[in-house]
Nanobody, 128 residues
Framework: QVQLVESGGGLVQPGDSLRLSCAASGRSFDIYPMAWFRQTPGRGRELVAATEWSGGNRYSAAYADSVKGRFTISRDNAKNSVYLQMNSVEPGDTAVYYC??????????????????WGQGTQVTVAS
């Protein structure tokens, strides 16, 4: 059984930093995409950041325009984990953040339908 478990959410002030972690078990994601999505009430899940294998030891990353330059996605294959470093957070970053693991058939790592495995979500609240 594949499980993704997020941690690291919480209440922070604007301008603060926060690091989300996602530990996967039951399946290796070395060559599959992994991503962070977020969701607010009344809205669908939106891609925040994603990373995919580019061959060898290389990985590509992509970010939503709203977080470019502030957030960084990284992965540690030895730990089967993915991380989201969030710097200079803003109230608009308030959401439930979900870790996602790509499916065997994934062809577009920016597409939510290419992710079959999901964590339970972790709340991030940015408020002064």
């Amino acid at each position: 059984q594949v499980q993704l478990v997020e941690s690291g959410g919480g209440l922070v002030q604007p301008g603060d930093s926060l690091r989300l972690s996602c530990a996967a078990s039951g399946r290796s994601f070395d060559i599959y995409p992994m991503a962070w999505f977020r969701q607010t009430p009344g809205r669908g899940r939106e891609l925040v950041a994603a990373t995919e294998w580019s061959g060898g030891n290389r990985y590509s990353a992509a970010y939503a325009d709203s977080v470019k330059g502030r957030f960084t996605i990284s992965r540690d294959n030895a730990k089967n984990s993915v991380y989201l470093q969030m710097n200079s957070v803003e109230p608009g970053d308030t959401a439930v953040y979900y870790c996602a693991g790509g499916s065997d058939r994934a062809t577009d790592y920016l597409r939510i339908s290419d992710y079959d495995y999901w964590g339970q979500g972790t709340q991030v609240t940015v408020a002064s």
